[in-house]
């Protein structure tokens, strides 16, 4: 039986109110992981909310020629990442916002959210941010496509490209093991590391000039600025490991026609999902090394050739079937 629209609502907004929340705690655990694998002591778990109340604390230090824009991308760029992290299903599929949670809408969303933190970079004119930027836009000259042919893929297989019309679609066929979703995995993951700047394709506690990308950008950054733009951060990787297990690993999400109860479940099943992809993000992480930048484009085209490969596959099975 479905809920009344006023629990929807409440049950929205705790969704939204909760990838807000627990992006730190994400973070948190893909750091311990690291140091422990590492034979390290490592940071606390909750050391990300330490460090954005200790930013937000701080004044915001700007340059003198700095314009509108250096100073309103933080909060433009923190806005429209929350919202994005909020259209994708968690641990229910039917929730209120649901019909808006297209997968175009949340390539497009991240790619503003891109496009303005580049041009921030820039604004001020120094060296650190003129080569951050450029290498971000280059990474996304070559992820974004690569994204949207993996959104193909999946609307060829579910029929739609609503991530809760995708989602019922594998919670339908929970057992329907195809090459073509194998290899849409496959391009999602290279596409994730490269868009939440994580090794090989970037590493975020490094600022060797060689080597920086994300953090190249935001140098000229401090204060509640850089706690906006560093929680705009957090929830990205959250956004991405809910898309993750919302696309290819639905099994426990509430469906639309779920009850309280259902949704607590699912709440349970999401939770698990999300410390399991923090916990391989740090295996992963501390088991390979940085990629140099010229190799990047041999990197995220693989993920473009399986996404491609994906689509074709996707289109002759569905023609075969018809």
């Not at 807000?20 to 750091?31: K, T």
């Not at 297990?245 to 999902?273: D, Q």
Request: one cysteine or more; aromatic letters at 8%; glycine letters at 8%.
């Amino acid at each position: 039986m479905t809920a009344d629209p006023i629990v929807q609502l409440l049950a929205q907004g705790v969704q939204m109110l909760l990838v807000l929340l627990i992006a730190p705690l994400v973070i948190g655990v893909v750091r311990r992981v690291k140091a422990r694998l590492t034979r390290r002591q490592g940071a606390p778990l909750l050391q990300g909310y330490r460090d954005l109340a200790k930013l937000l604390r701080k004044e915001s230090v700007l340059a003198e020629n700095a314009s509108w824009l250096f100073r309103s991308a933080p909060v433009l760029v923190f806005a429209l990442t929350w919202v994005a992290a909020a259209l994708v299903p968690t641990f229910a599929s039917g929730l209120m916002f649901n019909w808006a949670a297209d997968v175009v809408a949340l390539v497009a969303l991240l790619g503003a959210a891109r496009a303005l933190l580049a041009l921030a970079g820039m604004d001020v004119g120094t060296s650190f941010g003129g080569i951050g930027s450029s290498r971000e836009m280059m990474i996304a000259t070559l992820a974004e496509p690569a994204m949207m042919l993996i959104v193909l893929a999946l609307a060829i297989a579910a029929g739609t490209t609503r991530l809760a019309g995708v989602a019922d679609f594998f919670i339908a066929e929970p057992l329907a093991v195809r090459v073509s979703l194998a290899l849409a995995l496959v391009a999602l993951v290279i596409v994730a590391l490269a868009e939440n700047a994580r090794i090989p394709v970037d590493n975020p506690v490094t600022h060797l000039e060689l080597t920086m990308v994300h953090e190249a950008m935001v140098l000229e950054y401090s204060g509640r600025h850089l706690a906006l733009i560093e929680a705009a951060s957090m929830m990205k990787l959250t956004l991405y490991l809910s898309l993750l297990v919302c696309l290819f690993f639905p099994f426990g999400m509430a469906p639309a026609s779920a009850s309280v109860g259902g949704w607590l479940i699912g709440l349970a099943a999401w939770s698990a999902k999300l410390l399991a992809g923090a916990v391989v993000l740090g295996v992963w992480e501390i088991s390979i090394a940085k990629m140099r930048v010229f190799r990047l484009p041999d990197f995220l085209g693989v993920a473009f050739v399986f996404a491609f490969i994906a689509i074709l596959l996707s289109y002759l099975a569905r023609g075969g079937l018809e």
